[in-house]
């Protein structure tokens, strides 16, 4: 195992994941992951949709330049295409009427491919409405599934086969500079580097600290999942994700079965985060108070950790008082679709090298960790 690299990521998730594959391709890289496999946590937990009108401004900026990456992926990075049509519609009922119309607009900003739908042609996107006193929808057509983990593996392989380095049992314990050169004590050894990235998705400001940096203000938020049955007899797999106007639930098909979620957003401590009971019988609730699906008993049920500071934007760039120590952190409830462009940002922002034009979409002062007002409530 090499012990010196030119940059240490820290964080075998996709953000990690991703800002290692652009690094790789001019300088040696070493991904260190605690866990014994890359995107045990948040990355192995997400609902895989790309949704371009999805979170604030820097984030639609960064998913929509990971689109041309996600639509044709450079040769050789995965098997089968990263993203399959789904679409995304957003439903209402009566008094929803304001929440469709803003809802349409923000689509409308990012994307050519939207459509008012009447309540009848909701219903022909998802049967399962209730159709009493249903207002109609909001169809994003060009949603999609992403397969997230080759779109990890895709990266991982990129790493090694330039001859990177992806070290799991890896846990940053100690950060120590000394001569412009990083320390870094782990569970399998110790490494150096002049340039580490923090991507510990939950655990950034706990890594942070280690190196001396201030926290970033980084909360992360338990959001639950189920996997049920879908009607039986019913052809689901063609249905959009689809949400309630007031975000009180959204379901997907996902591989023959639903994959429902509350939209829950519970700020709790870094950790093996579960699903609690609670956030499951409120899903269940909205679902069957909107639909008529009925849930009799999840077929799996799981959470994972949603990671934000406190204008929600995601935080990439080099620390304003550490030297050599870089922030690929706060990737929300979106560090999926924006990962090939935000890996980009992330690693032209630690080389020094002027962005390329296809961020240009991306205010690189706006996520970055020297931003003012980052930590405040
Ligand atoms: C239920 C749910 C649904 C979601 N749906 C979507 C979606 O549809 N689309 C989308 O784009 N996003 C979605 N997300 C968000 C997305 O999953 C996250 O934004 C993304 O996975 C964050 O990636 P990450 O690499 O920052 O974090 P992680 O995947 O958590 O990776 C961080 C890694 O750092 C490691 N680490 C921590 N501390 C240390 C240390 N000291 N030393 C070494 N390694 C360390 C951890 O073990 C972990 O593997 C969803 C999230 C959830 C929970």
Excluded at 36 to 57: D, E, F, I, K, N
Aim: aromatic letters at 6%; proline letters at 8%; charged letters at 15%.
């Amino acid at each position: 195992m090499q012990a010196r690299s030119d940059f240490l990521v820290i964080g075998g998730g996709i953000a990690g994941a991703s800002a290692a594959w652009w690094l790789s391709r001019t300088a040696s890289v070493t991904v260190l992951e605690l866990e014994s496999q890359p995107g045990y946590h948040s990355t192995g937990r997400s609902a895989a949709l790309y949704m371009a009108s999805y979170g604030p401004p820097q984030v639609r900026a960064l998913t929509l330049a990971s689109r041309p990456f996600f639509d044709v992926p450079p040769p050789g990075f995965a098997e089968h295409p990263l993203l399959t049509p789904r679409g995304a519609l957003l439903f209402a009922h009566e008094g929803g009427e304001a929440a469709l119309a803003a809802h349409e607009a923000l689509v409308r900003s990012v994307s050519a491919g939207v459509r008012r739908l009447t309540p009848a042609e909701a219903l022909a996107q998802v049967p399962v409405l209730r159709p009493k006193g249903l207002l109609g929808a909001v169809l994003e057509e060009d949603a999609t599934d992403i397969d997230v983990d080759a779109l990890l593996q895709g990266f991982l392989r990129g790493v090694r086969a330039r001859g990177g380095q992806v070290v799991c049992g890896a846990g940053v314990q100690a950060l120590r500079r000394t001569g412009g050169e990083w320390c870094v004590q782990t569970g399998a050894g110790e490494f150096r580097a002049p340039v580490v990235i923090n991507a510990a998705g939950a655990w950034a400001d706990a890594v942070g600290a280690l190196a001396g940096a201030a926290p970033v203000g980084l909360v992360p938020k338990r959001r639950s999942a189920l996997l049920f049955s879908a009607p039986e007899g019913m052809a689901t797999g063609g249905w959009p994700m689809f949400m309630d106007a007031a975000h009180e639930f959204y379901v997907k098909p996902d591989a023959g079965l639903l994959l429902g979620s509350p939209f829950n957003a519970d700020p709790v401590v870094p950790h093996d985060v579960q699903a609690e009971e609670l956030d499951i019988a409120i899903a269940i609730d909205a679902i069957e108070r909107m639909t008529t699906l009925t849930v009799r008993r999840p077929r799996h049920v799981w959470a994972g950790l949603r990671s934000f500071v406190a204008d929600g934007e995601c935080v990439i760039g080099q620390d304003p008082l550490v030297p050599g120590f870089v922030w690929a952190a706060g990737q929300g409830g979106y560090g999926i679709q924006t990962a090939p462009a935000a890996g980009e940002l992330c690693a032209a922002l630690a080389l020094g090298h002027a962005l390329p034009a296809s961020l240009a979409g991306v205010d690189p002062a706006a996520v970055s960790p020297a931003r003012p007002g980052l930590a405040e409530e």
